[in-house]
């Protein structure tokens, strides 16, 4: 089963400060992707990459910036915290093909509370 | 403007009858749409999908139909089980582009024993 590691599940930080929030996924998947879950509003896609060092912006991108440095590593980084990114944090990732190419395989989530 | 609606933020249904999840979206694009399920405290996991090919696809207990026309799928589960009690999201993307799946605002299922 592919599996991706949040390795953060609960974090509290402070209004301005730096907030990293790490993913890992051992499938050898190319494409990864970061969403942001908040109540009536799905889950609504911030970044993703379809390999290393690169990025693409998705829906939601102000206030964060991504990195993958390794194929199996995506990052998230909110470089300046503020009260309105509190939120779950997915991470997912998903393999190349045609078959089931669309499924994604989420982690656990990340709940981040910004005071 | 949400892309992906499900209309109905809570569904409550007795064990052992159906339950019906109801999806509608506005992009023509969209060609590929899954569903998947999600407990508290984890991440959603895949449940079911269809492409714009078909109008049915079944597995198990879990059945979604594709009305192309009027944009609109649902999620049949047949019968409903306690264990089924969870929020249900909707999902929709372009085959032939892989990058943005875009979901709904999710629907929270509770089967009443």
């Known amino acids: 089963d592919v599996k991706v590691t949040q390795s953060s599940r609960y974090l509290v930080k402070r209004t301005g400060e730096k907030v990293f929030l790490e993913c890992v996924q051992d499938?050898?998947?190319?494409?990864m992707f970061w969403y942001r879950q908040d109540p009536g509003l799905g889950l609504r896609l911030i970044y993703f990459?379809?390999?290393?060092?690169?990025?693409e912006k998705g829906d939601i991108p102000e206030g964060y910036s991504v990195s993958r440095e390794k194929k199996e590593r995506f990052s998230l980084i909110l470089e300046s915290a503020s009260t309105n990114q509190t939120s779950m944090y997915l991470c997912?990732?998903?393999?190349?093909?045609?078959?089931?190419?669309?499924?994604?395989?989420f982690g656990a989530g990340s709940r981040l509370t910004v005071l | 403007d949400q892309q992906v609606k499900q209309n109905s933020p809570s569904l409550s249904v007795q064990e052992g009858r159906i339950s019906i999840l109801n999806c509608d979206y506005t992009?023509?694009?969209?060609?590929?749409f899954l569903w998947y399920k999600k407990y508290p405290a984890e991440g959603p996991t895949f449940l079911i999908s269809?492409?714009?090919?078909?109008d049915k696809n079944e597995d198990g207990r879990f059945t979604v139909f594709l009305n192309k026309s009027a944009k609109h799928l649902s999620l049949h589960i047949v019968p409903s089980q306690p264990g089924d009690s969870a929020v249900y999201f909707c999902?929709?993307?372009?085959?032939?582009?892989?990058?943005?799946?875009?979901f709904g605002p999710g629907t929270s299922l509770s089967v009443i024993p």
């Open positions: 997912a990732s998903r393999g190349g093909g045609s078959s089931g190419a669309n499924v994604l395989t």
């Open positions: 999902a929709a993307s372009e085959e032939t582009s892989y990058d943005k799946v875009i």
């Open positions: 269809i492409s714009s090919i078909k």
């Open positions: 992009n023509s694009m969209f060609d590929y």
């Open positions: 990459s379809y390999d290393v060092k690169m990025k």
């Open positions: 499938m050898d998947h190319e494409n």
